[in-house]
């Protein structure tokens, strides 16, 4: 499922799939993106980089399509493979570099940057 809200320029994004769960919140105000993945039990967040990730607006019509037209090809697709390297714990620097809800998402589980 997807929320976004347009107000506070973050999209929810929950993925329920058994051991493949995860959480991702897009963080437009703060630029950057994280994903909880609830099998590691840990945060990988990144950048965003316009150039791959749609604004906000573009979001919610490429969901509606998606839901719509799932036969539709949409090069717009994103697809991020993770390498686990080093993790850290979020401190109260990182959490005002990535915001409230990458900090509620993340908060006590290793970051992945």
Same mark, same amino acid.
């Given at each position: 499922?997807?929320?976004?809200?347009?107000? !506070?320029? /973050?999209?929810? /994004?929950?993925?329920?799939?058994? %051991? @493949?769960?995860?959480?991702?919140? $897009?963080?437009? &105000?703060?630029? @950057?993106?994280?994903?909880?993945? $609830? &099998?590691?039990?840990?945060? $990988?967040?990144? *950048?965003? !980089? *316009?150039?791959?990730?749609?604004? =906000?607006?573009?979001?919610?019509?490429?969901?509606?399509?998606?839901?719509?037209?799932?036969?539709?090809?949409?090069?717009?697709? /994103?697809?991020? #493979? $993770? #390498?686990?390297?080093?993790? /850290?714990?979020?401190?109260? *620097?990182?959490? =005002?570099?990535?915001?409230?809800?990458?900090?509620? %998402?993340?908060?006590?589980?290793? =970051? @992945? #940057?």
């Amino acid at each position: 499922t997807m929320t976004i809200d347009s107000e !506070n320029h /973050v999209v929810h /994004v929950h993925v329920r799939s058994g %051991l @493949y769960s995860s959480d991702t919140i $897009f963080d437009y &105000s703060h630029g @950057y993106i994280a994903t909880r993945l $609830f &099998s590691r039990n840990a945060c $990988f967040i990144m *950048k965003i !980089n *316009k150039q791959y990730i749609p604004e =906000l607006q573009e979001i919610g019509r490429l969901a509606f399509e998606r839901q719509t037209m799932n036969t539709v090809y949409s090069p717009n697709n /994103v697809w991020v #493979q $993770f #390498q686990s390297g080093h993790s /850290v714990h979020g401190t109260i *620097k990182d959490w =005002l570099i990535y915001g409230k809800p990458i900090e509620h %998402l993340c908060r006590g589980l290793p =970051l @992945y #940057q």
